[in-house]
């Protein structure tokens, strides 16, 4: 059983890739270019008593992410993708007024378009093997809005509606397609923001670890979500209620 993990190597995609590995499915980390944090995801998952393997390219560009998958398909004819999470994702914050474009370009084609060109390659075996786990990254800014991030909450915001579309197009095939949205998560995302003034705004009254955010796409990648499609679930601490 395999599953694929987009952005795997660190933060929430590394503890996403590590609960999937408890569930018993090989992983495949897909990442940029840390190479370094992949190797020790991959550690990581074998001291699970699991097993993986690196998949480097880079996810906003069509032509190298076919090509990865294809390579890989064709390297395990046998075998097929049955859990996808598309996490892979960068922000570029700024006010509208001073966003450069290539700033607003980079964030739609990675953490947006990326899900046209990994999700459409998985989904003709998915359809054949009539059984598909898809779970989307999507976050409190795509729900939201937040100031400094038109570019962000206009992606995950165009997720979290392709999650709701593809649910509704593959729901007969036994595919489910979710998304969840955290709010703020410690990872090398957050670098930099203040932790302590921010954690104010949250009921919770703190960040969340990756772990929280795993726990909850593992769920979804389980055979207990069998009747959960469409949704976007919120993981937030409550600051978005
Ligand atoms: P992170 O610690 O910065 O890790 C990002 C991961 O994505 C890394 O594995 C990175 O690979 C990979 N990546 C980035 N661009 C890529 C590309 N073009 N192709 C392939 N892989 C790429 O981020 P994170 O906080 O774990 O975020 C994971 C997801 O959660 C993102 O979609 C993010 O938008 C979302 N999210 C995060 C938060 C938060 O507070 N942290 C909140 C809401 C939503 P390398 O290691 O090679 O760089």
């Known amino acids: 059983m395999y599953a694929?993990?987009?952005?795997?190597?660190?933060?929430?995609?590394?503890?996403?890739?590590?609960?999937?590995?408890?569930?018993?499915?090989?992983?495949l980390i897909n990442y940029q270019s840390n190479n370094a944090a992949a190797e020790e995801t991959l550690a990581l998952i074998r001291e699970a008593g699991s097993d993986g393997e690196l998949l480097k390219?880079?996810?906003?560009n069509?032509?190298?992410?076919?090509?990865?998958?294809?390579?890989?398909?064709?390297?395990?004819?046998?075998?097929?993708i049955e859990v996808l999470v598309n996490n892979a994702g960068i922000r570029r914050d700024n006010l509208l007024i001073w966003m450069e474009p290539e700033d607003f370009q980079?964030?739609?084609?990675?953490?947006?378009?990326?899900?046209?060109?990994?999700?459409?390659?998985?989904?003709?075996?998915?359809?054949?093997h009539k059984y598909g786990r898809i779970i989307n990254m999507a976050s409190l800014s795509g729900e939201k809005g937040l100031p400094g991030q038109c570019n962000y909450s206009a992606a995950k915001g165009g997720l979290i509606a392709a999650t709701k579309a593809?649910?509704?197009?593959?729901?007969?095939?036994?595919?489910?397609?979710?998304?969840?949205?955290p709010g703020f998560v410690?990872?090398?995302?957050?670098?930099?923001?203040?932790?302590?003034?921010?954690k104010k705004q949250?009921?919770?009254?703190?960040?969340?670890?990756?772990?929280?955010i795993a726990a909850v796409v593992a769920f979804l990648a389980s055979k207990d979500a069998?009747?959960?499609?469409?949704?976007?679930?919120g993981i937030n601490g409550g600051l978005y209620t």
């Open 4 to 27: 694929l993990v987009t952005g795997g190597s660190r933060g929430i995609g590394r503890a996403v890739a590590l609960r999937l590995a408890k569930q018993g499915y090989n992983i």
């Open 57 to 60: 390219f880079d996810v906003s």
């Open 62 to 80: 069509r032509e190298e992410t076919t090509a990865a998958l294809e390579k890989w398909q064709a390297e395990h004819p046998e075998d097929y």
């Open 106 to 128: 980079s964030v739609i084609s990675t953490n947006l378009f990326s899900f046209y060109n990994v999700t459409r390659p998985l989904l003709q075996p998915m359809i054949r």
């Open 166 to 181: 593809l649910a509704q197009e593959v729901g007969r095939k036994n595919i489910t397609v979710n998304a969840v949205a």
């Open 186 to 198: 410690k990872t090398d995302m957050v670098e930099g923001l203040d932790e302590a003034e921010l």
């Open 202 to 212: 949250i009921p919770l009254n703190r960040f969340a670890e990756a772990d929280e």
């Open 226 to 233: 069998s009747y959960i499609t469409g949704e976007c679930i």
